[in-house]
């Protein structure tokens, strides 16, 4: 799709793994082939859009609460490699899209801290996804701008999803999580809109 959307000016390449984490552990994004790989490819612009999977309480150790400053290191961690590789690329930092609850059960538990706030097959924790993660994912921006890092920031208008009922339909899959089509066109304007005047 962002190929698409960029056109015959740009070669796109896709490194993503689904269900990994910026924290490191079992499922973490820097274990996979995938990211080893990016290297070889020289990009020249990396979009880089990680973290609904780290809203699993399994991943976030024994004080069982969201590891605020622990995503923002582990996200920055993830850039600084990017940045240092050979090619010298410049990082797209893209906020993950919002997370909405699919049915009444799933509404009442929002806002509710983990355990019984966790829902869904993943064992997400849509609360997190939604209202932490854009501004630990910002914070993490400012950092690397402080550095002169050729880095910026990336968010994407979901039509004020997840307050917006009838904009998570239609860009959100049915478990409310993941990108419908419409969705994933979203972030890939996004995408294209921060790269027009890039050669």
Known sequence: MLQAALGEA??????SHGGRTAADGPAALRRTAEWRSVSCFRPDVVALMVGSNDAKPETWGPAMAFP?????EALLS??????????????????PPPAHAVDAA????LGVGYPRGSVGGANLDKGVISTLLP?????????????????????TAFGGCPANQSAC?????????????AGSARLAEAVRA???GVG
């Open 135 to 155: 501004p630990l994912v910002g914070r993490a921006a400012r950092v690397l701008a402080s550095e002169g890092a050729p880095a910026q920031l990336v968010e």
């Open 194 to 196: 921060r790269l027009v």
């Open 68 to 72: 605020r400053d622990g995503y923002v």
């Open 169 to 181: 339909c239609e860009l959100l899959a049915g478990d409310g999580i993941h990108t419908s089509a």
């Open 10 to 15: 740009f070669v796109v390449g896709s490194f």
């Open 106 to 109: 799933e509404a009442a538990l």
């Open 78 to 95: 993830l850039a600084r490699e990017l940045l240092s590789l050979p090619s010298r690329p410049r990082l797209l930092l893209l906020v």
